[in-house]
């Protein structure tokens, strides 16, 4: 049975409402902001690791990490508490954390490298969304963005990801393989979101458990 859904985008397309959309319409666990904090709580009370971190990472990567942690360049949550830890000791200090929150279940988890940490889960369902630059830079700039802000941060966010999985990972991003279901946000979120369940329930006709959060 699903119990687990990721939802990994490029910047701009919706993903993250969509995500919202889904917990919400099932009543499921949202780990997107909330999974940012834990990261960092645990940062803040782990002293071992950070009195042993002695060597940093080199600060393009450390940037990088903490794109991915805060998951957007927007209503990111402050991570100086990582700032002592290097970026290996905080991507294992990630995964921990999503491994965590994902034995829980009922759950779905907004990019943070979710799917790759999760990907040898049976009861995870991985989406990717993407979408027409068009589309994004509608999105973006309805946040408050120019036109050039917006495309600035479409193509410099997704490349910043893009070269965090291909250290940390290994992979080329989107690892497309990975993915039960890539869509098109175009179409509008709730058919996005419906489609996604259709695809769960085609893989699984069991019910998905609906939770209480």
């Known amino acids: 049975m699903i119990k687990i859904?990721?939802?990994?985008?490029?910047?701009?397309?919706?993903?993250a409402a969509i995500a919202r959309k889904l917990a919400d319409r099932l009543g499921w666990k949202l780990w997107d902001q909330a999974l940012t904090a834990e990261i960092a709580s645990l940062a803040k009370v782990d002293h071992a690791v950070a009195a042993q971190s002695e060597e940093r990472c080199d600060p393009l990567f450390y940037r990088l990490l903490k794109v991915f942690l805060r998951g957007s360049f927007e209503r990111s949550l402050p991570v100086r508490e990582l700032d002592a830890l290097d970026a290996d000791s905080m991507v294992a200090m990630m995964e921990r954390v999503i491994e965590r929150a994902a034995s829980t279940g009922n759950c779905v988890f907004v990019g943070r490298g979710a799917p790759y940490f999760l990907r040898n889960r049976e009861d995870a369902f991985h989406v990717f969304v993407y979408a027409p630059l068009q589309e994004k830079i509608r999105r973006v700039r309805a946040i408050g963005k120019s036109e050039d802000?917006?495309?600035e941060l479409i193509e410099s966010v997704d490349r910043e990801r893009a070269t965090f999985i291909r250290k940390y990972f290994l992979k080329e991003w989107p690892t497309r393989q990975l993915y039960h279901l890539m869509i098109n946000s175009k179409v509008g979120d709730e058919?996005?979101?419906?489609?996604?369940?259709?695809?769960?329930?085609?893989?699984?006709?069991?019910?998905l458990q609906e939770g209480t959060r």
Do not use: H, N
Request: proline letters at 6%; glycine letters at 10%; zero cysteines.
């Open 191 to 207: 058919l996005v979101v419906k489609m996604i369940l259709t695809e769960i329930a085609a893989l699984d006709p069991r019910p």
């Open 149 to 151: 802000e917006a495309i």
């Open 5 to 15: 859904i990721t939802v990994e985008r490029e910047y701009g397309s919706g993903g």
